[in-house]
C-alpha cells in the first residue's frame, strides 16, 4: 500500500529531524567547559510478518526466506560520547580540569549532589570553592581570607600560604566520583549531571587512583565536539531527510497516477 510508505517515510523524517536536534547542540556547546556530545541511536520499528522462514509451503517443503516488512525508525536513545577534551590553560589558580575519567562533586540546592567535569571554580564571600551558580564543592573546601600561594596538587590536596604563617599550610582535598556505567548519568543542564540506577552509586576516591583522572591546576577543559565530524554528520542526516522527503513526493504522485487512471 503506498500510504503504508508514506508513514514509514514520515518515521524517517521525525529521526533525521531529531538527528539534526542532536547534532545543533553538540555545536551549540562547542564553547561548553566540559561539554561532553551526544550521539542519536535509532532503531527498526516492528516487523510486519506476511510469511516466516521455515514456514512450510506445501506437505514436503518450507520457505527459505520469509517477506517481512518494516514500519519505519525511531529514536532508540541518545548516547554521551566521554573521550576526553582539550586541556586549555588559564592561567587562574581555582580552574581544575580532569586529565582521565571521573567528576567533581558538587553540592546542590536541597542537599542533592551533582556531578560536573566544568572546573571553573570560583571563591564565595565566605572563601569557600564553589561553581558559577554558587554550588560548594563536596567535600568543602574553605580558603581563608588572605591566603596566597594557592596550590592545588594532582591528587586533589589543596594548599595555601595564610596569614602569619610561613609555610603553606593545607586546607582540604579535592576528591574525584567516578561510575560504574557513567553513560547512565542524567542531564541536568548547567553542566551537571546526576546520578541514576542505571549510572550505578558513586564512587568517590583521590585523583588518579583506581582509573580516576589526575587534577590540573590551572586549566580547564574544552568541550570534546569535533566541528568538521559534526559537519558530516549534519550533511549525513540532511541528505537521508531530502532522500525521505523524495520518497513522500514519489508516493504521493503515485496516489494521483492511480486515482486519474482508475
Known sequence: MPSSALHVARTGLEAQDTRMRVIANNLANIGTTG?????????????????????????ETAYATGLNL??????????????QGTLQTTGNALDLALDGD????????????????????????EGTLVTAQGY??????????????????????????????????????????SFANPGGLRSM?????????????AQVGIAGDQGRGHIQQGYLEASNVNVVEELVDMIEAQRAYEINSKMISAVDEMLQNANQTL
Open 189 to 201: 543542564g548547567d553542566n551537571f549531571l546526576q546520578e541514576t540506577a542505571a549510572s550505578g552509586a
Open 70 to 83: 518494516g514500519t519505519g525508525v525511531a529514536l532508540q536513545a541518545t548516547t554521551r560520547i566521554d573521550t
Open 136 to 177: 560548594a564543592l563536596n567535600p568543602a573546601i574553605t580558603i581563608p581570607e588572605g591566603a596566597s600561594a594557592i596550590t592545588i596538587s594532582q591528587d586533589g590536596t589543596v594548599s595555601a600560604t595564610v596569614a602569619g604563617a610561613a609555610e603553606p599550610t593545607e586546607l582540604g582535598q579535592v576528591t574525584i566520583a
Open 35 to 59: 561539554f561532553k556530545r551526544d550521539r542519536a541511536n535509532f532503531a527498526t520499528l516492528a516487523y510486519q510478518d506476511a510469511r516466516v522462514a521455515g514456514q512450510q509451503s506445501s506437505s
Open 102 to 125: 571521573g567528576y567533581f562533586q558538587v553540592t546542590m540546592p536541597g542537599g542533592q549532589l551533582g556531578y560536573t567535569r566544568a572546573g571553573n571554580f570560583s571563591r564565595s564571600a
